[in-house]
């Protein structure tokens, strides 16, 4: 397991001398934030990025995220030139040491929530998710950390309608369609595409979504069987998905070798789709974040790990989920997981 931390690059209030003081941190997940989405990011960018890494210490290993452009997720015919930029920004990539990276195939949006600031009891704030809300929003009026708000109202509308054609079939086909123009390049250069599962796992306004359940990633692995084709293994997204049992996916996929990098953090449910964050323990939630891990390790897991979405605590006024202290927190307690099942397993 190589521990990492996700960082938004220099304007990024968490600072790398702080991720590099977490204990075992090894290197930072990141990005180039400003290229417009489907453009080919620039050798110097890239080589920028990664000195300011390596001079703090920390590798950069794990790029999250490289956007897909939404006319590669639509089918579009323009869809070949961005999948060849896509696999040029690869092989740039892995000119410069990258090993791993994080993409998704959701239509539109990437991970909702309801709430950014929910006050919790002991004062601490977190992002929450109540379904009836979010399906009483207007989408082409939503405006949400993580995801691409460079689209006007008037884009958004116009991408919403274009989607009315694509159900689960078509934009299943365009994913299949992008990996196998992308994965050659992820061979020449050795770098494992990560998929990241809907963020939560269910349609969302209509919208298909295709990476939400055992069922829909065995169809992904299915088809392309590459070991270049992996999976994020999102605790957190795959597990508000009550359906989902976490253990034996876990397991399954590691052993198969098909998870390069996981996410883990923790959700409390409420509603049948209604689910508040949490601090990254066990007890704190109802993910049974210990019996993850185990089940990572027993299946031989050896990828990345970054701890996933952080309360905001301590005074923080940080990026909703991606403050300092609750990540840190929760990086030292995976920390400790991972060292007690791994000594467990070995002396067992
Ligand atoms: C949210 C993140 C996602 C993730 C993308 C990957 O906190 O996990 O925004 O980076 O879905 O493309």
Redesign the pocket.
Known sequence: MKMTFRWYGESDPVTLSHIRQIPNMSGVVTAVYDVPVGQVWPRERIAALRALCQNAGLAMEVI??V?VHEDIKLGRPTRDLYIQNYAENIRRLGEAGVRCV???FMPVF??LRTDLHEKTEDGANVLAYEHQTLASLDPAHLSLP??DESYTPDQLSGLLAAYRGIGHRELFDNLVYFLRGVLPACNEVGIDMAI?PD?PPWDMFGLPRILSSEEDIDRLFAALPDPHNGLTF?TGSLGAGRDNHLLRMAEKYARAGRIPFA?IRQIRYRGERDFAECGHLTAAGSLDIFGIVRALVRGGFDGYVRP??GRNIWGEDGKP?YGLYDRALGATYLNGLFEAVQYYEREN
Do not use: A, Q, V
């Open positions: 999250e995220s956007p994080c993409y998704n990437d991970w993580g995801w990241h963020d999102c996410h996933d979405h989920g």
